[in-house]
């Protein structure tokens, strides 16, 4: 027998066994386990045993048996006046994380790229945003929607993208997804589906993006790479490998820093052109700018053959889970149909809130504060290493917050295992570096400084100069 009862809006479904011994046993086990595993919590009133009863089907006597063998064993208290009530019970209480062995708690520091400063993330401005966004939201928002996202969002990111990254977008080409991995989950659906076995990645980048383009049943084959950078020159002919696209970070490479040069994102579009490839552009960081004109966005060059993944995860956070692609006309109806028929729609209030944060002004506004922010501690980290560690040079600093710190030939195990003993979270370049690559490797840390709270930073750089040689 099953039932529930609600007392004072607290719903519980409690299951009633037919027991050799009745109802009233079946009943107080059920209790009692409801009380063990805490999903009556101490204090909480039961219902009367009228109550109960009637929801149950059964004797009101033996609900107030079930009670009295309860109340006996010490699981309820009974007072006139005040009703049935779970009594108070001293639980063990897990240790607090601060009391825990710093193993357990993880490290003290974090400097691991690819997280903004999560502290700063504007919260007033996001409510107030919110608000505004919930009040003058249609009913109709609320519905299952478009699959490529709400329109007001759609609509904001097009002008937005045109004026701080060159994009060229129409709003009906943008598609609205829950980030990177997700679009790029979409766009490998496709290039299977027209016939693609191959797709070209940078030399460094994330495994996680390669082993979801394998997942896509796709080959990831690596660039060569050298001192300037990614080398587009030789992506390949029609028919070679069947390569369809390539996936480039070109304003800012991840994690080496460089921007592709002018020359090679030339020779990439002629490819595009030549092949009717697809350029995969992932500007992951295409707001954060400090010693140098913006570089902008490759799509600006051919947008008909590149494909423009932006998202929300390095200017406000990842944990909203927003991101979005804007694509050629002759892809797009494959990808929204690829992402109808799997994810029909991001968060609808997420997308309006943010549509709202775009055109009040806060986006640029928290951009533009974060830029300070994140210039100020590159400045910091430089001159740390300067006056502390004069062996280790930073490089790929005039954009972004993350940057690679050169260290001597043959060190670069030991300082990462350094690092974890004074409890900071740092990755090697080895980390990044694709297992087909064939150029020599490099000895480096990649330092992510946009991590730390900024009252944790002077720790964090304290803890990484302390850990380099």
């Known amino acids: 027998m099953a039932g529930s009862w609600a007392t004072f809006g607290v719903d519980l479904h409690v299951d009633v066994a ?91 520091y974090d400097l691991v790229p690819g997280t903004p400063d999560l502290a700063s993330f504007p919260r007033a401005e996001w409510l107030r945003a919110y608000r505004r966004a919930l009040t003058a939201a249609p009913n109709d928002a609320l519905g299952y929607g478009d699959p490529r996202g709400r329109v007001e969002l759609r609509t904001a990111l097009a002008g937005y993208l045109a004026r701080a990254r060159g994009v060229r977008a129409d709003p009906d080409h943008i598609l609205v997804c829950s980030g990177f991995v997700h679009g790029l989950m979409l766009l490998g659906e496709v290039l299977r589906r027209r016939g693609a076995r191959t797709l070209a990645v940078e030399s460094y980048g994330l495994d996680v993006h390669w082993d979801l383009i394998e997942r896509a049943g796709l080959e990831s084959r690596p660039l060569p790479f050298d001192e300037l950078g990614t080398r587009t020159d030789d992506l390949g002919e029609p028919g070679d490998g069947a390569l369809g696209g390539v996936l480039l970070t070109p304003a800012h490479q991840f994690p080496m820093g460089v921007p592709l040069r002018p020359d090679r994102r030339a020779a990439a579009v002629d490819w595009a052109r030549r092949t009717r490839g697809l350029i995969l552009e992932d500007d992951y960081d295409g707001e954060f700018r400090y010693d140098r004109q913006p570089v902008g966005a490759l799509q600006g060059l051919d947008p008909d053959r590149v494909v423009y993944f ?34 029909w729609s991001c968060g609808v209030l997420d997308q309006l809130t943010l549509a709202e944060f775009i055109t009040s002004g806060a986006y640029d506004r928290h951009v533009r504060a974060s830029r300070l922010r994140y210039r100020r501690r590159r400045d910091q980290l430089v001159a740390a290493l300067a006056a502390r560690a004069p062996s280790v040079t930073a490089t790929g600093i005039a954009a972004g917050f993350h940057a690679v710190l050169r260290l001597p030939p043959g060190t670069e195990q030991s300082v990462v295992r350094a690092a974890a003993w004074h409890g900071l979270a740092v990755h090697g370049l080895t980390r990044y570096r694709h297992p087909a690559a064939t150029h020599p490797p490099a000895d480096a840390l990649v330092v992510g400084y946009g991590t730390p709270s900024d009252s944790g ?8 100069c302390a850990a380099l040689p």
């Open 18 to 108: 037919r027991t050799g011994s009745g109802l009233r046993r079946g009943l107080t086990d059920a209790l009692r386990e409801a009380v063990r595993g805490g999903r009556l919590a101490p204090g909480i009133r039961l219902p009367s045993s009228r109550s109960l009863a009637a929801d149950l089907g059964i004797a009101r006597n033996t609900v107030a048996d079930a009670y009295a063998d309860l109340v006996a064993e010490g699981w309820l208290t009974a007072r006139q006046g005040s009703g049935t009530r779970v009594a108070q019970r001293n639980v063990p209480v897990p240790a607090s994380p601060a009391r825990r062995p710093r193993s357990l708690r993880g490290p003290a």
């Open 310 to 343: 932006g998202t929300a995860s390095k200017a406000l956070a990842p944990g909203l889970r927003l991101g979005w692609l804007v694509l050629p006309p002759d892809v797009a109806p494959e990808v929204m149909a690829a992402k109808g028929g799997a994810d």
């Open 457 to 464: 930073w002077p720790g964090a750089l304290d803890t990484l």
